[in-house]
């Protein structure tokens, strides 16, 4: 079955960069395009990012845009985003999602919270 | 960019009760490409719906979208006690994608 499962989140101060890894499984990870998504605390979805299954495709949201890069690695089944810059604002669980060949967010990992604080 | 409004933003219901909730767009979806997805407290989303109407694999059939353009509809035909959660749309026909601010369905 489908898995994603993110990791490298927690605490680092404001100015500081943090990187998130999602491993996938149970797919053809090459395959499909990836997202990031994040929720901060009692609050809705947010948008990150999607890269397209060769790299070729990457779009931001401009709140991220030119602080956070998306990139992944097909070899290792693995999609990641290096948050630079972070900011108070972007305390958050971060969600990495799989894209459907229509586009649809139709899986999503678990979650991992970055807390951005002094 | 487009906006995707929810209403309402929460519903005082009972197990077994009809619940309707909408999600309009501030412009035409794309190939209608609207999806609602659940979020129970803790957990991740799940995808409910997809291309405004079409249901996801192992959604129960008490789930159903409906909608096109800019007004979109979820409907739960009877509530089961699993299904008292916040339920977003999104949008995924342009981007940047955008999610609802969500409906809170509570007992």
């Known amino acids: 079955q489908v898995q994603l499962v993110e990791s490298g989140g927690g605490l680092v101060k404001p100015g500081g960069s943090l990187r998130l890894s999602c491993a996938a499984s149970?797919?053809?990870?090459?395959?499909?395009?990836m997202s990031w998504i994040r929720q901060a605390p009692g609050k809705g979805l947010e948008w990150l990012s999607y890269i397209s299954s060769d790299s070729s495709t990457i779009l931001y949201t401009d709140s991220v845009k030119g602080r956070f890069t998306v990139s992944r690695d097909n070899d290792r089944n693995s999609l990641y985003l290096q948050m630079n810059s972070l900011r108070a604002e972007d305390t958050a669980v971060y969600y990495c999602a799989r894209e459907s060949r229509d586009r649809r967010t139709d899986y999503w990992g678990q979650g991992i919270l970055v807390t951005v604080s002094s | 960019e487009i906006v995707l409004t929810q209403s309402p933003g929460t519903l005082s219901l009972s197990p077994g009760e009809r619940v309707t909730l909408s999600c309009r767009a501030s412009?035409?979806?794309?190939?209608?490409?609207l999806a609602w997805h659940q979020q129970r407290p803790g957990h991740p989303p799940r995808l409910l719906i997809y291309?405004?109407?079409g249901r996801a694999t192992g959604i129960p059939d008490r789930f159903s979208g409906s909608g096109s353009g800019t007004d979109f509809t979820l409907t739960i035909s009877r509530l089961e006690p699993e299904d008292f959660a916040v339920y977003f749309c999104q949008q995924y026909g342009s981007t940047p994608r955008t999610f609802g601010q969500g409906t809170k369905v509570e007992i």
């Open positions: 412009q035409s979806v794309t190939n209608n490409y």
């Open positions: 291309g405004a109407s």
């Open positions: 149970g797919f053809t990870f090459s395959d499909y395009y």
